[in-house]
């Protein structure tokens, strides 16, 4: 992938950006940041680390030209969301919003006295944030795959970004052309990274109710169209992982 961004949809008003891939080439596994605009206020979707900071921050404020950073939205506490955060809380006058199991543990990353104010919990059950005169809805997304995390709805453009739910590593394209063909670059991180089927069924169940036309997730390919999406949830409702099977590890004599 190209260090680049990709507009997935702008009506002239309300802009969806995909920051493609700001840390291909290293040893750092591949992941995608999101910009979402609304006349003059704008959110940044699970910024990355260090190593990418300044050139996340670069192209974000680019993007948003002379409209506000008003949000930043953390999806769980993994290092490749979150690790940068403090610069991003020093350097903009955004909010930081993540779940509320994971406030007390954001601060080990170096978060500055400063900013401590502006990392906001999240409820279990999630929120709503409005942004300019829209409106965009956080998601409970728990144990896919950490036990807080979750998922941004934006009912403008129909997007649901997902996380580390529908990750997909090693292909070369940014939107999944086939999907039975693209599940071998999926299976296994759902396999192993995901809690449950319960914990995926009960999301798919949740998805099912809303009108999407994209399903973007923070690592790989997004799933176009509504067909595709459908594809997606249906998958993910079927999935065995996690602790459906793992029984042969919890095993002392393999030790």
């Given at each position: 992938m190209s260090t680049?961004?990709?507009?997935?949809?702008?009506?002239?008003?309300?802009?969806?950006?995909?920051?493609?891939?700001?840390?291909?080439?290293?040893?750092?596994?591949?992941a995608n940041q999101h910009v979402i605009i609304h006349g003059k206020e704008g959110m940044i979707l699970d910024p990355g680390g260090h190593k990418i900071y300044s050139s996340v921050l670069n192209e974000t404020l680019s993007l948003l030209g002379g409209s506000k950073l008003r949000y930043i939205f953390l999806s769980h506490q993994d290092p490749d969301i979150v690790a940068a955060i403090n610069g991003w809380l020093m350097t903009?006058?955004?909010?930081?919003?993540?779940?509320?199991?994971?406030?007390?543990?954001?601060?080990?990353?170096?978060?500055?006295h400063l900013v401590v104010e502006r990392l906001k919990p999240v409820p279990d059950e999630g929120m709503q944030l409005a942004l300019a005169e829209s409106?965009?809805?956080?998601?409970p997304a728990h144990f896919l795959h950490s036990p807080g995390n979750l998922h941004v709805y934006d009912p403008i453009s129909k997007i649901l970004y997902t996380s580390d739910l529908g990750a997909s590593i090693g292909m070369d394209y940014i939107e999944v052309p086939d999907f039975e063909q693209h599940i071998r670059y999926m299976e296994g991180f759902h396999k192993r990274y995901m809690a449950s089927n319960k914990a995926m069924r009960l999301w798919a169940?949740?998805?099912?109710?809303?009108?999407?036309?994209?399903?973007?997730?923070?690592?790989?390919?997004?799933f176009r169209g509504k067909e595709?999406?459908?594809?997606f949830i249906n998958w993910?409702?079927?999935?065995?992982c996690g602790t459906d099977i793992m029984e042969n590890i919890y095993n002392s004599s393999s030790t």
């Open positions: 680049a961004n990709t507009v997935i949809f702008d009506n002239g008003i309300h802009r969806n950006i995909l920051l493609e891939d700001f840390g291909s080439g290293g040893a750092a596994i591949q903009t006058d955004a909010d930081a919003y993540i779940s509320k199991l994971w406030t007390r543990f954001v601060p080990h990353f170096g978060l500055d409106t965009v809805s956080i998601l169940d949740m998805a099912r109710t809303l009108d999407i036309d994209i399903i973007a997730p923070q690592h790989g390919a997004l595709m999406v459908n594809q993910c409702a079927d999935l065995q």
